[in-house]
């Protein structure tokens, strides 16, 4: 079982920035992807930025430019700062992992953007 703990959202004002973790935890050989999804208001999943084996990167095309994820391979955890984040963003963030080739989900936080 592998679990994945976020950490760092809240409120923010528009235009402002926070930073979001996700820390794997559990008994695992390998951890293939870290990154994070946000739930748009249809429900969908969306990726926001993805850390992959080897230390290749994916992004939204909406955050290129302003956030860069990063990894701390010996605390299996990854960092994503939002910068200028905008009201009409999707709220409702998740981490997300693959996993010895499964695939796991955070629980999720929430990023207020206030005006």
């Known amino acids: 079982q592998v679990n994945l703990v976020e950490s760092g959202g809240g409120l923010v004002q528009a235009g402002g920035s926070l930073r979001l973790s996700c820390a794997a935890s559990g008994i695992f050989v390998h951890i293939n992807s870290l990154g994070w999804y946000r739930q748009t208001p249809g429900k969908q999943l969306e990726l926001v930025a993805n850390?992959?084996?080897?230390?290749?990167?994916e992004y939204a095309d909406s955050v290129k430019g302003r956030s860069t994820i990063s990894g701390d391979h010996h605390k299996n955890t990854v960092y994503l700062p939002m910068n200028s984040l905008k009201r009409e963003e999707p709220d409702r963030y998740y981490c997300s992992a693959v996993v010895d080739r499964l695939k796991y989900w955070g629980q999720g936080t929430q990023v207020t953007v206030s005006s």
């Open positions: 850390l992959l084996n080897g230390g290749r990167t």
